[in-house]
């Protein structure tokens, strides 16, 4: 009888021993965040959908420039891997952070519909929507303040496809047209060749535009605000709130230090240097 008693405060003394260990394993692997899985591999990989002053790419040489692409490079070289750039679009740069396509996506606007596919980091700036038109085209009203006010059946306003500004004026209009166009240099050149009467954009990128072509181009920051959001990284679901933390952490400084707008203000540099 003692035996059997002696058998079975072993196996249970045995089994705690197994629990104890495997729980003990579950910890440790746990611990382990995503980033420690980026340092692995090596690379940090960034989705980049061209945008400018936020994401550009040179054709020629396949070379990203712009804020966020700085910022990529940056964060690479906290986690002390190398930054790949992964190009894609808009209309992609959601799905492809889903697919685990890169780890993280740059320049996303932080929107609730965005945020039950994907999390994001703190903004490393604030987003608005504005729209430029030619202030000689007769189609927008001389006095126009508002998204109702150029919302007419004549008006043709061109937007870049999937993007943040995409999503907001087809919410807010009920009669104009909509042209969506798969890249930025295209919905400009509607507006130029006039084939669009208002071009839909960050309130930022239109700035540059109109002080490319001051001589014409126009800008209107509507309101009420189309849009005002954060503009961050877009990071997987998954990423415990340690791992948000980490890229929290890396923008919030560079933000408050100043580091942020001089990567912004030579962004813009570089775009109106390329526009003259």
């Known amino acids: 009888m003692l035996s059997n008693v002696m058998t079975s405060a072993l196996r249970a003394t045995a089994a705690l021993t197994l629990m104890a260990g495997l729980s003990t394993a579950a910890v440790a692997e746990t611990a382990e965040g995503y980033w420690q899985g980026v340092q692995k591999s090596g690379t940090l990989r960034c989705g980049a959908a061209v945008a400018p002053p936020y994401v550009m790419r040179d054709p020629a040489s396949g070379e990203y420039s712009g ?80 998204v109702t006010d150029i919302d007419k059946a004549d008006v043709t306003l061109a937007v870049m496809s999937g993007t943040a500004q995409d999503k907001a004026i087809s919410a807010a209009v009920k009669t104009a047209t909509i042209l969506r166009l798969p890249t930025n240099d295209e919905t ?54 340690a791992d948000v933390e980490v890229a929290d952490i890396f923008l919030e400084e560079r933000v408050a230090t100043g580091h942020v707008e001089g990567l912004i203000r030579k962004a813009v540099d570089e775009v109106l240097k390329a526009s003259n």
């Open 188 to 241: 400009r050149l509607a507006l130029v060749s006039r084939r669009a009467d208002i071009l839909v954009d960050a309130s930022d990128t239109n700035q540059l535009f109109t002080q490319s072509n001051p001589d014409w181009a126009v800008a209107l920051n509507p309101t009420p605000a189309l849009a005002k959001q954060g503009v961050s990284f877009g990071l997987p679901h998954q990423l415990s709130a």
């Open 67 to 146: 804020f966020y692409a700085d910022l990529c490079r940056e964060f690479a070289e906290v986690l002390q891997v190398k930054p790949e750039f992964v190009d894609t679009t808009w209309d992609n740069i959601v799905a492809g952070l889903q697919a685990g396509k890169w780890d993280v996506s740059l320049a996303l606007n932080r929107t609730p519909a965005r945020a039950m596919a994907v999390q994001f980091s703190i903004p490393a700036m604030e987003y608005q929507i504005s729209l430029a038109y030619n202030k000689d085209n007769p189609k927008v009203p001389a006095g126009a303040t508002s």
